[in-house]
Nanobody, 123 residues
Framework: QVHLVESGGGLVHPGGSLRLSCSTS????????MGWFRQAPGKEREGISC????????YYADSVKGRFTISRDNAKNTVYLQMHNLKPEDTAVYYC????????????????WGQGTQVTVSS
């Protein structure tokens, strides 16, 4: 069975850093697109960063570009999201997801999801 489990969320101060991890099993990480999404209260789920294994391309939403970095360790079956200079507007539940191809970094393209981890940026 496919499993994705996020970890690393929590409460951080504005300007701080945090690294989220997504441990995966049940599929070959090096042959799938992986994405990070977030959903704030009252807002739709949005794609913030995605990575395609087919060509190694990455995508970042404008809101996080230059602050967040997606990476993967295929040997450890783990995907990471390094977040710097966190802002209150980054507060959301963060999800990792997997897709066979990953044509675009939008929620409906992704088939398998983790349970989410809460990130709260506040003083």
């Amino acid at each position: 069975q496919v499993h994705l489990v996020e970890s690393g969320g929590g409460l951080v101060h504005p300007g701080g850093s945090l690294r989220l991890s997504c441990s995966t099993s049940g599929f070959s990480l090096d042959d799938h697109a992986m994405g990070w999404f977030r959903q704030a209260p009252g807002k739709e789920r949005e794609g913030i960063s995605c990575s395609r294994s087919s060509d190694g391309s990455t995508y970042y939403a404008d809101s996080v570009k230059g602050r967040f970095t997606i990476s993967r360790d295929n040997a450890k079956n783990t995907v990471y999201l390094q977040m710097h200079n966190l802002k209150p507007e980054d507060t959301a539940v963060y999800y990792c997801a997997s897709d066979e191809d990953g044509d675009s970094c939008v929620p409906y393209e992704y088939d398998y999801w983790g349970q989410g981890t809460q990130v709260t940026v506040s003083s």
